[in-house]
């Protein structure tokens, strides 16, 4: 079983930047794929970036292509998601998932573990 912490959220104005960071502990990460995912307050949870177990594929909501980058340091036990030219819509909770040995999938049933997720709050 894999546990994941999210953190780098916070509060940003409108074009502003983060990066967020999914770190891994009890198994390494070098064999799961990692998909973000968020949630705004009476919203549906949605997909946002996902890398595939290997790091070679990975899939974008439309929303956020161009504007946010997902990577993979295995070394590190790590997945980021940069994001760029943040806009209010973007505002939500953050939450990282993996699956074991899986591919960039969009689908929220794809993944097994979760994280508690990381605020991100983009000011108008």
Do not use: H
């Not at 549906?44 to 504007?67: C, H, L, N, P, Q």
């Not at 036990?77 to 040995?101: F, G, H, W």
């Amino acid at each position: 079983q894999v546990q994941l912490v999210e953190s780098g959220g916070g509060l940003v104005q409108t074009g502003g930047s983060l990066r967020l960071s999914c770190a891994a502990s009890g198994r390494t990460f070098d064999r799961y794929a990692v998909g973000w995912f968020r949630q705004a307050p009476g919203k549906e949870r949605e997909f946002v970036a996902a890398i595939s177990w290997g790091g070679s594929s990975t899939a974008y909501a439309d929303s956020v292509k161009g504007r946010f980058t997902i990577s993979k340091d295995n070394a590190k036990n790590t997945v980021y998601l940069q994001m760029i030219s943040l806009k209010p819509e973007d505002t939500a909770v953050y939450l990282c998932a993996a699956a074991l040995r899986g591919g960039a999938s969009s689908q929220r049933r794809a993944y097994d573990f979760w994280g508690q997720g990381t605020q991100v709050t983009v000011s108008s």
